[in-house]
């Protein structure tokens, strides 16, 4: 049985998060105003992919910023 050529895509995902102290009127306002932080503090990261020495680069996607949670500090 002879050999094929594979295609194949893998996809790497690394999490990073951050807890954010916003003082807002309530909590959609919070989640907007950590979100617009989040993304300028990551700005750098857009774009950027990872080179492999004689194998090509880990290609930049998309970043993704998902909410967790907001709750009100007590």
């Known amino acids: 049985m002879d050999k094929k050529l594979y295609n194949v895509k893998i996809e790497l ?28 503090q990551t700005q750098h990261l857009i774009g950027i992919d990872l080179p492999v020495e004689n194998d090509g680069d880990w290609t930049y996607s998309i970043q993704y910023y998902h909410t967790a949670y907001v709750e009100l500090e007590e």
Request: proline share 0%; no cysteine.
């Open 13 to 40: 995902e690394i999490w990073y998060d951050r807890n954010f102290e916003i003082e807002a009127y309530d909590e959609l306002e919070a989640e907007v105003k950590a979100r617009e932080m989040a993304r300028e």
